[in-house]
């Protein structure tokens, strides 16, 4: 009896070890099947660029290929709902922007995801800064001179942006609300039209991405007042930033990160954060996003890029409650 309940419980023993290492092994060869990355945009685009340019690195460092799908729509929303409902296995993630990420869940009426509650956040990518540019037509060099122009011609500038809830639309409200200027908003389709009137003097200003202004700027056609991002820009490091001419707290730019649905194992997310990072950090990636113009995040933890959408989804928040943007 007693050597029949010793191999009994023997038995379970080589059971339960057996299921452990089967567990283990499961856990070590993560990911076993192919990886996708949905992108929730259109391709062709910066984005789509970056992230086709990520995902190709990348496998470099995974023992499975990662596989970029795009689900564009709605300011990235149809993407970003459908990785909100994937499974949370770390085998369907998202190259995320500031709008779903951030912004689109304060100027949405209805919205399916929450890009605080929705995601476990991977790693963050990088920012793309924006830039004040003026036409040569207004004489200001500086933002203060800018403000004091405005100031002094009443409701006659006007900025020009990519269309309504964009950051170079945001950018403006922010202004206005710090600098008290009464700059008009003029929504396009697009960079390329709002980029155009401004070149035609038919608008005053836009905050456009540094990347798009640099070669304008650069052959006097625009004339650059101030980086909007905490810190000067690579791309421009001669322009200043408007925060440090007298608007401190003055912060706006896309950013962009990876997310994974909630719920996805932390160590997968661990698995990915660490593959993410040898890929960012390669000689190739680091150059080609330099010519991007992206700046390169300053903390690359899953839980720095947690605490950063926060902070970006409250802000945006309050500027577009307190602007009277209207919902879409």
Known sequence: MYKR????LLSAACATLAGLAAGTAAAETFPSKPLTLVIPYPPG?????????????????????????NRAGANGNIGAEFVARAQPDGYTLMFGTSGPLAINSSLYSQINYDPVKSY??????????????????????????LVAYSKSHPGKLAFASSGTG???????????????????????KGTGPALNDLLGDHVAMSFTDVLT??????????????????TRSRALPQVPTVAEQGYPGYDVSVFFGIVAPAGTPPDRIA??????????????????FAAQGLESAP?????????????????????????GIPLN
């Open 213 to 230: 202004a640099k070669p304008f700027v650069e052959s006097g056609k625009l004339r650059a007042l101030g980086v909007t991002t905490a």
């Open 5 to 8: 309940t010793f191999l009994t």
């Open 271 to 288: 698995v990915l954060n660490k593959a993410f990072v040898q890929a960012l950090n390669s000689d190739k990636v680091k150059a080609l």
């Open 299 to 323: 903390d690359s933890t899953p839980q720095a890029l947690g605490a950063f959408i926060a902070r970006e989804k409250a802000k945006w928040a309050k500027v577009i409650q307190s602007s």
């Open 45 to 69: 685009g910066p984005t789509d660029a970056m992230g086709r340019t990520l995902a190709t690195e990348i496998s470099q460092y995974l023992p499975q290929p990662m596989i970029v799908e």
């Open 120 to 145: 476990a956040p991977v790693i963050h990518v990088g920012y793309l800064p924006n830039i004040l540019v003026v036409n040569p037509s207004i004489p200001a060099k500086t933002v203060p001179e």
């Open 166 to 188: 964009a950051s170079s639309h945001l950018a403006g409200v922010m202004f206005n609300a710090l600098a008290g200027t009464d700059f008009l908003h003029i929504p396009y």
